[in-house]
């Protein structure tokens, strides 16, 4: 009989209210408006406190936090700055043990190159990166001695691997974010604690929807993604589910897209490929191929097992994890 992986475990979501991501994006666009929306660890948290996980909802806004709470009232909420080491070790101890972590909390701020402030890429790396490291030590610290194994998503971005307009900080944040991913993968894998980022492309809440809902501004970004289309809170959070769950138990270390866009890494490695190698991923043409997601797994795997066997890289496709 199947058992409820989830049941009576305690999860961990940081950034479980909402808000600054997509509201930054819609002052660059000068936008002003009122939106509701579920941000993406709010929707996180819910969906594991229904599956049957105690779940603690770490967030800076006490309002957000409330919110949070009157939708689920079994949901425990932690009002913390991520950003201070020593208070967010303080806040997590009383929480312990705490198997499943999903490090989801962020935020944008986006400036030209030359523009960039000192402040912001402290603040940026402290909330993005530090937090992390901060947050999983103490978590990750009392799993080892109670001998319990754990799960631990980082959520990342397309961003890692990509180059965006006035994203030179949050960019570099989250190609840290991997790193720091593989890094505490092959530190943390012989005590049974796997770790894994997802890597989303644009999400589209509410605030996404303002934001890129113009057909003409969307049209670039999307003739990208070869689903033509913009991903959704849930197409974010199931993926987070399973890479938590025990259904994932023996992928750690891994930066899963969520999608692959086409001047992503491993695309452009699709036009490097041999002919061979390409019809492996094209049946007519090159365009069907990148339009195509059967295709496109097809490739991903194929390219992953060609590095691989090579023994070029590791499980995450950027870097050996030996
Ligand atoms: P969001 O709605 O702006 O939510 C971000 C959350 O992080 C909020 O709950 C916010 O807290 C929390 N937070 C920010 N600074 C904090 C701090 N110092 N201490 C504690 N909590 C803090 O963002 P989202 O769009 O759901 O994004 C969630 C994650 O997905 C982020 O890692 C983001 O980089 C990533 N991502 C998003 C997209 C996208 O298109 N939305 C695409 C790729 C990746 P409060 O609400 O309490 O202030």
Same mark, same amino acid.
């Given at each position: 009989m199947d058992?409820?992986?989830?049941?009576?475990?305690?999860?961990?979501?940081? &950034?479980?209210?909402?808000?600054?991501?997509?509201?930054?994006?819609?002052?660059?666009? $000068?936008?002003?408006?009122?939106?509701?929306?579920? &941000?993406?660890g709010q929707a996180l948290a819910l969906r594991l406190a229904k599956l049957g996980c105690k779940v603690i909802a770490i967030s800076k806004t006490e309002a957000h936090l409330k919110e949070l709470v009157s939708m689920d009232n079994t949901i425990r909420p932690v009002c913390v700055d991520l950003s201070d080491w020593a208070a967010t070790k303080n806040a997590i101890k009383e929480h312990l043990p705490i198997q499943l972590l999903v490090n989801n909390a962020a935020v944008a701020i986006l400036d030209p190159f030359l523009n960039i402030k000192l402040e912001d890429v402290d603040t940026l790396f402290n909330v993005n990166v530090r937090s992390i *490291?901060?947050?999983?030590? $103490?978590?990750?610290? /009392?799993?080892? $001695?109670?001998?319990?194994? &754990?799960? *631990?998503?980082?959520?990342?971005?397309?961003?890692?691997?990509?180059?965006?307009?006035?994203?030179?900080?949050?960019?570099?944040?989250?190609?840290?974010? /991997?790193?720091?991913?593989?890094?505490?993968?092959? $530190?943390?894998? !012989?005590?049974?604690?796997?770790?894994?980022?997802?890597?989303?492309?644009?999400?589209?809440?509410?605030?996404?929807?303002? #934001?890129?809902? /113009? %057909?003409k501004k969307a049209a670039g970004m999307l003739s990208k993604i070869p689903l033509n289309k913009f991903a959704e809170?849930?197409?974010?959070? %199931? !993926?987070?589910?399973?890479?938590?769950?025990?259904?994932?138990?023996?992928?750690? #270390?891994?930066?899963?897209?969520?999608?692959?866009?086409?001047?992503?890494p491993l695309m452009d490695t699709a036009q490097n490929l041999s002919l061979d190698d390409q019809s492996l991923a094209a049946t007519d043409s090159d365009d069907n191929a990148l339009k195509s997601l059967e295709n496109i797994q097809q490739l991903y795997l194929h390219f992953l097992f060609k590095l691989r066997s090579e023994n070029i890289v590791g499980a995450s496709g950027t870097s050996t994890i030996d």
């Open positions: 058992t409820n992986f989830f049941q009576g475990k305690t999860a961990c979501v940081t &950034g479980a209210g909402r808000g600054s991501f997509f509201l930054i994006i819609i002052t660059l666009h $000068e936008r002003s408006c009122c939106f509701e929306t579920l &941000g993406i *490291i901060c947050l999983s030590q $103490e978590i990750v610290r /009392d799993l080892i $001695e109670r001998k319990l194994p &754990g799960s *631990i998503v980082n959520v990342s971005s397309q961003a890692s691997a990509a180059a965006l307009k006035d994203h030179t900080v949050y960019c570099a944040t989250k190609a840290s974010v /991997d790193a720091v991913t593989r890094n505490m993968a092959l $530190e943390l894998g !012989p005590h049974q604690i796997r770790v894994n980022s997802v890597q989303p492309t644009v999400v589209l809440t509410d605030m996404g929807r303002i #934001g890129w809902s /113009d %057909e809170v849930d197409d974010v959070v %199931e !993926p987070i589910i399973f890479l938590l769950s025990d259904k994932s138990g023996m992928i750690n #270390g891994v930066g899963l897209p969520i999608v692959i866009i086409s001047n992503h």
